[in-house]
């Protein structure tokens, strides 16, 4: 959401995994379709992977519930059938759309009971396609969701941050960085994106469980609903955002998140809202200055210069700090933030003063 990131290259496997589940709902949705659903039904009709999906629905609970509830729906309400079909193919295209004014998802567009008929399928399948095997290129290939997440850190190798809020990545334990998989268009309110190849983002815990949950990224869905949101692999936000930092009365530091023309912008206000990144910025400024004291203090410890600390010493080590070049953000973690507190610094007089002070406390 907030830098830019690569796509694993799994993401041919994860499409299939997508047709699988159009497949699925259109079986669901046929209204010649006598249940209880069988061995026969799922083979002829959904392939190579019916014997997976016929093994689920024989084994579980969730699912044959979900898809018997679709089903008998439809049987009662056919002309429904054409609708809720049509809209998925329509919702999971939404990424070719994203600078289409008049674009509208039309899963909440559909009578509310199609809606809560279809939801509980299309949003179990995530939980479903857990250890899929999909029939692909002549051979059969195993998917699940730790390999998603781990073929993602792969092809992005080089961040050691969190991409939704510029945070230490997650930690990795056995080989695996435990990042939670978020949903950018949460499942229960898209369900049709549940399994979706570009609705999937690896971020840290605090920014899926704390932050976002199952908050929408649309403030507005009747008006321009996708060009006032950012989007994790397509239109992330870091190029498009400024930093204002201003140091109050009292003394303390205040960030407020602005977009590229200086204005708050609605898709600025929704991503503050997605991700509270203003409050948990603003509580991380006051540890970044901190930081940043020491970390100049300590240089000018090394280079033995105590006596003669001037104004001039204390910006020239600040200048000579990595922070401000575009080599860094979205590598390491706080870059962003830091090179932006920086740059705030050399722009003002009085808080290189300040800067120059605080230095020289306890040195």
């Not at 080089?158 to 334990?173: E, K, S, V, Y």
């Not at 603003?282 to 410890?301: A, F, G, S």
Request: proline letters at 5%.
């Amino acid at each position: 959401m907030l830098h830019e990131v690569k796509q694993p290259d799994c993401i041919k496997l994860l499409r299939r995994v997508l047709k699988l589940q159009f497949r699925v709902l259109f079986l669901a949705c046929d209204p010649q379709l006598d249940l209880p659903l069988t061995a026969e039904h799922c083979q002829r009709c959904l392939g190579a992977e019916g014997g997976w999906v016929w093994d689920r629905y024989r084994r579980g609970k969730r699912f044959p519930e979900a898809f018997d509830k679709l089903h008998t729906y439809i049987k009662q309400n056919p002309q429904d059938r054409k609708a809720l079909l049509k809209a998925f193919i329509h919702d999971t295209r939404f990424h070719l759309h994203l600078d289409n004014p008049r674009f509208r998802f039309r899963y909440g567009q559909l009578d509310e009971t199609a809606r809560e008929a279809a939801r509980p399928l299309m949003e179990l399948f995530y939980d479903l396609s857990f250890s899929i095997q999909i029939q692909g290129n002549g051979q059969v290939e195993r998917f699940d969701y730790d390999i998603f997440r781990n073929k993602f850190w792969d092809a992005n190798s080089t961040m050691d941050l969190c991409p939704a809020c510029d945070g230490p990545r997650p930690d990795t334990i056995d080989g695996k960085v435990q990042s939670d998989n978020d949903h950018f268009f949460p499942s229960s309110k898209y369900p049709f994106l549940s399994v979706h190849y570009l609705n999937i983002l690896p971020i840290c815990q605090t920014c899926n469980e704390r932050a976002k949950g199952k908050k929408d990224p649309i403030d507005d869905h009747q008006t321009e609903p996708l060009l006032h949101t950012f989007h994790p692999y397509i239109r992330p936000a870091r190029n498009m955002l400024k930093l204002r930092i201003a140091r109050k009365g009292g003394g303390e530091l205040k960030l407020r998140l602005r977009d590229e023309d200086g204005k708050l912008s609605r898709r600025v206000k929704n991503l503050d809202n997605l991700l509270e990144l203003e409050d948990r910025w603003n509580e991380r400024l006051k540890q970044r200055e901190t930081h940043l004291i020491e970390t100049i203090r300590n240089q000018i410890r090394k280079r033995k210069k105590l006596d003669s600390l001037s104004t001039d010493q204390v910006n020239q080590e600040l200048e000579l700090l990595p922070f401000g070049d575009d080599y860094g953000i979205g590598r390491f973690q706080s870059y962003y933030l830091d090179s932006n507190f920086k740059g705030f610094i050399l722009n003002d007089a009085g808080e290189r003063e300040l800067l120059w002070k605080k230095v020289g406390e306890n040195l």
